[in-house]
């Protein structure tokens, strides 16, 4: 590893933290390398290399995270963590196999020191007040959906910090890989190679007298079986779930496994949620969460397959709402929104 690469590399980091980038993109293009960042969820151009000089800066950010340098046949994933203007970021590692024995590869940004309560992280009060009141129930499952990058971690995080710091409780989170490090929690570090899988993990977690148990993903039935056993065991469960939005983490749910009757006794919220930018008129190049959650009588009738109520505040109609607000653009209404068959809403016309 040359000294120009490692200077280079450290340079491309600096630049990224300055411009408050989450992911840095390094592509083969033909004959160059191609590095994009992702601000503000958008992809930007930051410089082409050379296709050498993008070789080794992959295999640098490889060798950080102990990854297999000569390997490019399969896609890794790793993490380290390094200091940049005095702060320290951890940087979770993707490679991924590219045509003619090249590969790519995506550093996401977790900076260690950042922390809002959930009141500043969500658009509207409601949703946030409602999270709170969730975490305060002693057992039950708390289900977080979203899209990547819609800040479902950074929403986990939060209440986190909410339950160890505000209701005194035994935190035990699983990850894969560790985001930020909490000195407040007891933090397990999810190693597919060395046997500890979520479903693994869970079980060891469940014997260590845990009150609250963050699982960062429900990615099989062995783990949902095992989250909805917690819950029903005494114990108050949050994880992340890959469906479309709240109501379609249920039937997930359903298709993994776990019963009606579980998900009736245990289920206490599910939550959707979207990370959109704030217009001028708000604070500049600030994000904030829309957040769509189903709890009480109309979860209960979600899980009984009854009609939706009508009342609900979906995502639509939050992000209407912040339209007509002033403080979501019609533009990242259009991009957010779900789609809705039975009628087409203008966002400058309608008002929730």
Known sequence: MTFGTERFAAHLLKEAYTRNCSDIHIIPRGEE?????RILGELVLFKSLSASMGDRLISHFKFKSSLDIGDKRRPQSGSFTVLVNEELIALRISTLPASSFKESL???????TFSLPIERLSLFSKPAKQLLSLVSYSHGLILFTGPTGSGKTTTLYSLIQYCATHL?????TLEDPIERVQDHVLQVQIN????????????AVL???????????IRDAETAQIAVRAALSGHLVLSTLHAKNAQGA??????????????????LGVTGQRLVKLTKTMQPHRRA?????????????VINHSAPLKERSTINKLLLKGVALGYVSEEEYFRWREEEPAHHVQASRAVP
Request: aromatic content about 4%; cysteine-free; charged content about 25%.
């Open 33 to 37: 390398t191609v590095i994009h960042f």
């Open 289 to 301: 969460s829309i957040l769509e959650i189903i709890t009480g009588a109309e979860l209960a009738g």
């Open 192 to 203: 597919e190679r060395a046997g500890i899988t979520y479903a693994t993990g869970l079980k």
């Open 250 to 267: 249920i039937y997930r749910m359903l298709d993994l496994g776990a019963s009606l009757e579980e998900l009736k006794q245990t289920l």
């Open 207 to 217: 014997r260590h007298d845990p009150d609250i148990i963050i699982v960062g993903e």
């Open 106 to 112: 995506v550093l996401r940004l977790l900076p260690q």
């Open 168 to 172: 005194n409780r035994n935190i035990i």
